[in-house]
C-alpha cells in the first residue's frame, strides 16, 4: 500500500491579531505554518498504513521552506518526503498545482491513495484535491468525515453533504480529501522527531517530473489574481445592552424585526 | 480550452448554471445561481441554461423557467441518483464539449466543490472557488469574479481570459433569486449518460440526511452559535430551541465540538465552515481569531457574555452583556409575543 499526503505550508493566523480599525486579521509578518486540515490527511494515512502496510510519502510544492512542513509530516509518522520547488512552480493556480502533484504522484509511481486536506487556509478553494483526481483520471472522495473500512483493494468513506452524509466505496487509485472530524492526530514521538531531523528531503525540479513548462506557474494557470482588496470594513460601532436580561432580549428581538430578520 | 485567437471566444455563448440537485429536487440555492445569471447573460445578450443532472428530476424544468433561466438541459438517469462526482463530471465534460458554453456557475456546496474543479481540470480551463460577486467587465466582456480569500481577510478578483467556459462556484445565499414568475417559459432539451461516463467510479451504498436542518449553516440566514460558556449538551438543547423557534441553524466554537457537545458538521471556523448568514449570534464565544475567520463576513453579529471585554463582544454590531442561561430564554419567550 502506498499512500501519498499532499501538504501545503500556509501562512499561520494563530499569532495575527485584528486591525481595530477594520476588524480584520493583520496578514503581515506571520509565520508559516502546515496547513490545519493537512495534519488530518497525515494522520489517516499513517493510521491506513499500520493496519494495511506499505508506505506514507508526503508531498509538497511550494519555496525551499516548505521542507519544514514536511518534516513536520515525518515526525508525525509519515515515511518519507519530496519537496517540488523552483522559480518555474510559482504562481500556479489550482488547475497548474494540481497538474504538477499529479506528475510528481505519478513519478513516485505505483500509487494506490492520495489523501489532501480539505482546503487550505490561504486560497481557500478546496479544488487541488479533486483537481489531482481528474488529472490522474482517478476515482475521488472529497469531503470525507470517517473512513468506516480499508482493504488492500479499496475504502468505505463517510462523505459530509450540508444536509447530511453519503457512505460510498471507492477503488485505489483514488483521491480523498479529509475534514477535520476524521482524527485526532497524535503528538509526534520522539523517534518520530529524530527521524524528522535527520530525513534527507529531495528537491524535484520540472524536469524532474516531466511536465510541460506551458502548463505550470503563471503561464499554465487559466486564472488570474488581478485584484485583490480588503474586505469592505465592518464600520459598525458596538452597541452595548446592559440592561436586565428580559430588557436586553426585548431591545434584540426589536431590533431584528425592525431589520426584517425575524 | 485554451483560446488560440481572440476572434475564438465568440464560439462560446451562453451562462450554465448547474443546478444543485438533492433527492430528486432541484434546491433552493440554484435559484439563486439562476438569479446571479441572468444579469450577466443579458450583458452578454446570451442565454442562462440551467443544467440538471439527476434521477427523477423530469419535472423540474418549469420553476427554473420560473425563475429565469431560458433552457433546461435536463439528463435524468438512474445512475445519477447519488452524488457519483466521476459521472456527473464526464457528462458535464462531454456536454461543455458539445455546446460551449461562455460562462458556468454552480454552488459552492460540499457537492458543487467537489464537482467542478474535475470539471475545470478535464475541460482545461480556469475555476474561481466560492465567488460572492460576478460581473461582465465592460471593456472585453471578460467574467470578473470576486471571493475571499484567508478566512474572508482578502477580497480577490480574479479572471480567466485566455480559456473557455469561464468557470466559478458561488457562495450560497450571497446571490439573490428573482421573483418566480410563472407566465416564463422555455426550451427543454435532452442529455443521456453514455456507458463510458461511467467507468471507474465509486459505488455509493447508503445515503443519511441529516436529522435536523439546524446543521445547514450554508443555508441558514441566522446562526445561533454556542461556545465554551455553554456548558454542556443541556445548553445546546437551549439554542437548538431557538434556532428551530426562529427557523436558525446551530453553529458552534471548536471547545464546543471537541467536548463533544455537538457533533462537528456545526462548527464554525478556520477547521470547521466559512459562514456568512444574515445575523450570527455568538453565545458565550470568546471569539478566538480562528473562530472569526469562519464568521467575520456575516451581515450582522449578535453576541452574548457575560464579560464585555472579549474579542467577539467588541466585533459584535449588537453586544448583550448578561448570562446566556438568562438571556436566551428570554429571547425565546419574547418571539412568540412578535
Ligand atoms: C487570494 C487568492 C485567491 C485565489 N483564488 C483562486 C481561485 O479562485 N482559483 C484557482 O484556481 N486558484 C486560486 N488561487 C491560487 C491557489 O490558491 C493556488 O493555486 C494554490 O496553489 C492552491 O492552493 P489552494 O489554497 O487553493 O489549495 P486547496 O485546494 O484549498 O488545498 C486543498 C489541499 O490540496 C493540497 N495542496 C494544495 N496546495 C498544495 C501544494 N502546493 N502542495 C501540496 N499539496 C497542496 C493539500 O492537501 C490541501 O489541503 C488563489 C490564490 C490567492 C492568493
Ligand atoms: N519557488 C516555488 N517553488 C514551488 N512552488 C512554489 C514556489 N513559489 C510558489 N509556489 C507555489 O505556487 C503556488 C502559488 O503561489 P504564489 O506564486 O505565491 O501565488 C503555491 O501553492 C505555492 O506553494
Redesign the pocket.
Known sequence: MKIV????Q?PATNNAKIDPETKRIVREGLEAIL?P??TY?VEEAVQLREKLGGEVVV????PEK?GLALRECISAGADRAVL?SDRAFGG??????SYV?SKAIQKIGDVDLV???????????????P??AAHLGWTQAAFVMKVVDASATGLRVQRMHEDGYDVCDVDYPAVV?VVKDINSPRIPSLRGRMAATKAEIPVWHPDDIGTDLALIGLNG???R?VK?QPPPARNTVTQVMFGSPQESAHALVRELRKRNLL | MLIQKESDKSLYTDVWVVAEVGGGKVQPVTFELVGAARPLADARKSRVVAVVLGSGVGNEAPTLFSHGADHVLLVDDVRLAGFTDEIEASVLVRLIGKYKPEIVICAATTRGRALIPRVAVTART?????CTELGIDPENGDLL?T?P??GGN?M?T?RCSSHRPQMATVRPRVMKALEADVTRTGEVLHEKVLDSDCSKIKRIVEIVHGADSAVNLADAAIIISGGRGMKGPAGFELLHKLAQLIGGAVGASRAAVDAGWVPYAHQVGQTGQTVQSKVYMACSISGQIQHLVGMQSCDMIVAIDKNPETPMMQMADIAIVGDVFEVIPEIIAEIPRL
Do not use: E, Y
Open positions: 499526503v499532499c501538504i501545503k500556509v496547513n486540515f493537512d490527511a508531498l509538497s510544492m511550494g516548505a517540488l500556479s493556480d489550482t488547475w497548474a498545482t502533484l489523501i489532501c486536506g480539505k482546503q487550505a487556509i490561504d486560497g481557500d478553494t478546496a479544488q487541488v484535491g483537481g489531482i480529501t494557470s487559466p486564472t489574481v485583490t | 480556469g475555476l474561481t472557488a466560492d469574479q471571493r480569500a484567508f482578502i480577490a480574479i
